[in-house]
């Protein structure tokens, strides 16, 4: 199964908020995510994934069919080294799931990152929780930090495996 993340261009950004849509519907059972009254979850960050240069957007592709999404920035909840990274938002569509895809393709997303890495996963979502706790586990080979943020909740740190060339 090939399966490849490909950096959002801008003319690609409505499918990139289509999906995005998905991602905090998704999400508004376990945080409050309210609709607008035009029937649309807002995120004021969408456009900065265009024009910052610390925020990357990545569609999940096999065969050219959109698989879901990654978004990534420098908005750590943590002080680390210069180089660290987060996942913002993360997708697979839901008819893909349980199928490893979601684990190669966060490997893929560690291995661009130079530097640490930082997840910090829902943690009233337990299938999320326990998707990211395993992926970090394995992709860390157990070397990662479980930090508590200012309300509690859980943030591994981790380094990225990126070997430099």
């Known amino acids: 199964m090939n399966i490849e993340i490909v950096k959002v261009l801008e003319e690609d950004k409505d499918i990139l908020w289509n999906l995005l849509q998905f991602a905090l519907y998704d999400g508004s059972f376990y945080v409050d995510n309210q609709i607008n009254n035009q029937g649309i979850f807002e995120y004021k960050w969408f456009e ?3 024009t910052d240069n610390n925020r990357s957007a990545y569609f999940i ?6 698989l879901g999404f990654v978004m990534t920035n420098e908005n750590l909840k943590l002080k680390h080294d210069c180089n660290a990274q987060t996942i913002a938002e993360f997708l697979v569509l839901p008819k893909y799931r349980k199928k490893h895809i979601g684990k190669k393709v966060a490997y893929q997303i560690f291995d661009t990152f130079s530097g640490e890495c930082e997840v910090q996963p829902m943690e009233n979502n337990t299938g999320a929780y326990e998707f990211w706790e395993k992926v970090i586990k394995e992709y860390s080979e157990n070397n990662y930090k479980l930090y508590k943020d200012d309300n509690n909740k859980d943030i591994f740190v981790f380094k990225s495996n990126k070997t430099e060339i």
């Not at 592709?61 to 959109?66: A, G």
């Open 61 to 66: 592709k096999q065969d050219n069919n959109v």
């Open 48 to 50: 900065r994934n265009f």
